[in-house]
């Protein structure tokens, strides 16, 4: 990515923990590029938990804190949680237009998000923000979309590339073979979704270096990228 000259990126997950899966080795490395990063979590994550004493409000608070923890260890700037209940996304008309706000508001060069077109996908709020941020975009490239935010001095903006992890036809891989260990310690923060998902780690690391053999290194992360 060395071609890009305005050193901003939007990483846009539903849950958290979604954003480390998905780029957490290529955000590290941007990182140490000196790009400005922002998150953006669209659900608080409160329905993930198999422990029947856990409440959802509880557990809410307890995965904000541990975004923030795996966030500060790649070197993310910002996070923003926008707190939807979890499972109960769509993408709607109004987080369309969330979504757009965002991306005209931070002009990220780069935007990540998930695949909504991944074959099996199970999770609907996975498939809910692909195509909220997909739309999304095309709200805050064009000035005929949502004309009053011109007039208060939110003016358009398109990035350059948007980047879908989880991609069911990946073209694009990106070297994290410098970067899969902070990776994996950014995950290792989300202590309430790994701490009893026994060998979740070599998992991981295990399809970082399948997807980096396929492009000639060690390590990778693969995306399907969007030039936009």
């Excluded at 709607?92 to 965002?102: N, S, W």
């Excluded at 003016?155 to 970067?179: C, G, H, M």
Aim: with cysteine.
């Amino acid at each position: 990515m060395a071609e890009q000259t305005d050193k901003r990126a939007l990483v846009i997950g539903a849950h958290p923990d979604d954003n480390e899966f998905g780029c957490g080795g290529s955000i590290a490395k941007l990182a140490r590029d000196g790009w400005d990063i922002a998150y953006i979590i669209c659900t608080n994550g409160n329905k993930g938990s198999h422990d029947t004493a856990m409440s959802s409000y509880r557990l809410s608070e307890i995965r904000e804190s541990e975004q923030r923890a795996a966030a500060d260890v790649l070197g993310v700037q910002r996070v923003i949680f926008l707190r939807y209940n979890d499972g109960e996304l769509e993408p709607t008309t109004a987080l369309r237009t969330e979504m757009a706000l965002y991306i005209r508001h931070f002009k990220p060069t780069v935007v990540y998000t998930h695949d909504p077109w991944k074959q099996y996908m199970l999770h609907p709020d996975h498939r809910a923000v692909g195509f909220a941020v997909i739309d999304g975009i095309v709200s805050a490239r064009d000035h005929l979309y949502m004309p009053g935010l011109s007039q208060i001095g939110i003016s358009v903006w398109r990035p350059k590339s948007l980047y879908l992890w989880s991609a069911e036809q990946s073209d694009y891989t990106e070297d994290i073979t410098d970067t899969l260990e902070m990776k994996i310690a950014a995950l290792t923060r989300h202590h309430s979704q790994l701490d009893g998902n026994d060998g979740w780690a070599e998992r991981v690391i295990r399809r970082a270096r399948d997807a980096g053999k396929a492009a000639g290194f060690q390590a990778g992360e693969s995306f399907r990228r969007l030039q936009l």
